[in-house]
């Protein structure tokens, strides 16, 4: 069974703190994916990540893939209140018919004006 | 281009009844996938269609069932429902991307509760 462990489960900061959440795993994953779920809503992608050692930029956000593809980290430069929700990791392994997405537990995070 | 749609937002029945959700995927997508998120869980993997037919099922009971209609539209049964059964439930659509990998585009999601 894969399992992805993200850390930490909760963080609370303040406006124009920077943070770093991490996601990690004893498994290969092909890609990995980064989500952003607030309540009562579901999950929105925020990026995809396929090449081992990769680092995307989506404004203040930068995501990275291990060079292993085991581990993922997502850090916020000068976090907003804007920010604040549940960050999930989710790893899927290769096509076929055992396709599928393994979703770690997330990251609650919670931004304070 | 409009989002996958579920139907209902909310759900209340009681113990035993049965419950039926609904997924619209977007459109060009032929793969319906099925999430739970209980409290404290996470999402968990329930089911994955396409084209179809049933591809993959994650480690639930076979009174949790569903399927897909020629349109890729999806329906997902809960028979003999329990308490724990209560839950957000999450339908996703995707379409292969080149190099074999999918993305997957999530739904606001149903919101059953079993009393």
């Known amino acids: 069974t894969q399992l992805l462990e993200q850390s930490p489960q909760f963080l609370s900061i303040q406006e124009g703190e920077n943070l770093t959440v991490y996601c990690n795993s004893s498994?290969?994953?092909?890609?990995l994916q980064w989500y952003r779920q607030e309540p009562g809503e579901g999950p929105v992608l925020l990026v995809t990540?396929?090449?081992?050692?990769e680092v995307k930029k989506l404004k203040r956000l930068t995501f990275q893939f291990g060079d292993a593809r085991k581990d993922s980290s997502l850090h916020i430069t000068a976090a907003q209140p804007g920010d604040t929700g549940l960050y999930l990791c989710?790893?899927?392994?290769?096509?076929?018919?055992?396709?599928?997405?393994?979703f770690g537990k997330g990251t609650l995070l919670t931004v304070n004006p | 281009e409009a989002g996958v749609t579920q139907s209902p937002t909310h759900l209340i029945k009681t113990r035993g009844q049965q419950a039926t959700l609904r997924c619209s995927p977007i459109?060009?997508?032929?793969?319906v996938y099925w999430y739970q998120q209980a409290l404290g869980l996470g999402l968990q993997f329930l089911l994955w269609?396409?084209?179809?037919?049933?591809?993959n099922r994650g480690n639930f009971p076979p009174r949790f069932s569903g399927r897909q209609f020629p349109n890729y539209s999806s329906e997902l049964n809960v028979n003999a429902l329990e308490l724990e059964d209560s839950a957000l439930y999450l339908c996703?659509?995707?379409?292969?991307?080149?190099?074999?990998?999918?993305?997957?585009?999530f739904g606001p999601g149903t919101r059953l509760l079993v009393l």
């Open positions: 996703a659509s995707s379409a292969f991307q080149t190099g074999g990998w999918e993305t997957q585009y």
């Open positions: 498994s290969v994953f092909s890609s």
């Open positions: 990540v396929v090449t081992g050692g």
């Open positions: 989710a790893g899927a392994n290769a096509g076929g018919s055992n396709y599928k997405l393994t």
């Open positions: 459109s060009g997508h032929t793969s």
């Open positions: 269609y396409d084209e179809g037919e049933e591809r």
